[in-house]
């Protein structure tokens, strides 16, 4: 089956006057048809600019430097502007973290959805306005006939990103991707509108990108989880697998880092020592050695490459099945926090 998303050693690069930093360093993921795949990390680990250079919308001076993104069986990392315009909106739907930055405060919504159609679909103005109510009724607003007519400083934050929702759906896209799609909200409004990109994308097939820094959110939708950290790929797998087993030292410090909701005085939460290194500062080796608890030699020295780890793919040299082992007595102390290295590492 063809990949709804397929990005390949994806490179995104920003020029400055000191050198060129690297944002993005090769890349690589699928999202399948229908699938929901979470892209998670702190501030800086290179979430948005992914999803800025799929649908090509990289601030300059940045670029793709290398590496491809396909959406099916196209390529369009190297598109001409006009042609990735008609992608955008038609094949491609974007969330944004903020409604009031899609939506124009100047125009009423209805507007602004049957324009949308309009622009991506050929038909009549009547029929993109019918269609523009159905999907105001779909993402949950009431009265839909009568708030088309209305402004968006008329709808309340958690209606504007249901209004943001439709819009992304549009000219029903192959994916969606949704930049943090519920910070700018409260709690409760978050789970709904978190519950209705979920059951929109199943009920149309459509595939999600979802971007975020908020592991529940992740554990509570997405089918696989992308953990990126310093522009690279940390580990890649099914949600539950990374959220109850994390095999990267890096995503098993995001999943300590979460309150539980059992009581118990003796399950402290644990810290990540240290922050996300600048983009012009990232260090040999491994990325996230400087932080790690089981960093050793080969850490500091060599870049891992992705290895199977239990039920993910981690990039980290404690799942190298070649050569360059740990030390003992740092296969043991991963050991014992679940991370899972051969036994033949650990010793008796």
Do not use: W
Request: hydrophobic share 40%; charged share 20%.
């Amino acid at each position: 089956m063809t990949a709804a998303l397929s990005v390949r050693n994806l490179r995104v690069e920003i020029p400055t006057r000191r050198g060129v930093l690297t944002a993005i360093d090769d890349l690589s993921f699928d999202i399948a048809p229908g699938e929901v795949l979470g892209v998670v990390g702190e501030s800086g680990a290179g979430k948005s600019i992914t999803g800025s250079a799929i649908i090509g919308l990289l601030d300059p001076p940045g670029r793709i430097a290398g590496g491809e993104i396909r959406l099916g069986a196209e390529r369009i990392d190297n598109l001409s502007p006009s042609a990735m315009r008609q992608i955008r909106g038609k094949r491609i739907g974007m969330i944004f973290q903020d409604p009031l930055t899609s939506l124009n405060p100047l125009y009423r919504i209805g507007d602004q959805l049957t324009e949308t159609i309009l622009t991506h679909e050929k038909i009549s103005a009547q029929a993109a306005a019918d269609k523009a109510e159905r999907l105001l009724i779909e993402v949950g607003i009431p009265a839909a006939g009568t708030r088309m007519s209305s402004y968006p400083h008329q709808f309340s934050g958690g209606m504007r990103q249901r209004v943001v929702i439709a819009l992304a759906l549009a000219a029903d896209p192959e994916l969606v991707i949704a930049d943090e799609p519920t910070t700018a909200l409260d709690v409760s409004v978050q789970a709904q509108i978190i519950a209705l990109i979920k059951r929109l994308c199943k009920d149309r097939g459509t595939s999600v990108m979802l971007i975020t820094h908020d592991m529940g959110v992740i554990a509570e939708t997405a089918d696989r989880v992308c953990v990126l950290y310093a522009g690279r790929l940390a580990e890649i797998g099914k949600v539950g697998d990374v959220v109850k087993r994390a095999q990267h030292p890096y995503t098993h410090g995001l999943m300590a880092a979460i309150p539980s909701l059992v009581d118990d005085p003796s399950d402290k939460l644990e810290q990540i020592p240290g922050s996300m290194p600048r983009l012009g500062a990232i260090p040999a080796g491994c990325a996230f050695n400087p932080r790690c608890l089981y960093r050793f030699e080969r850490c500091v020295k060599e870049r891992p490459g992705i290895y199977p780890a239990l039920g993910s793919r981690a990039s980290c040299f404690l799942h190298d099945p070649a050569g360059g082992a740990p030390p003992a007595d740092i296969a043991r102390k991963a050991a014992a926090t679940g991370i899972e290295v051969p036994a033949a590492r650990v010793g008796p």
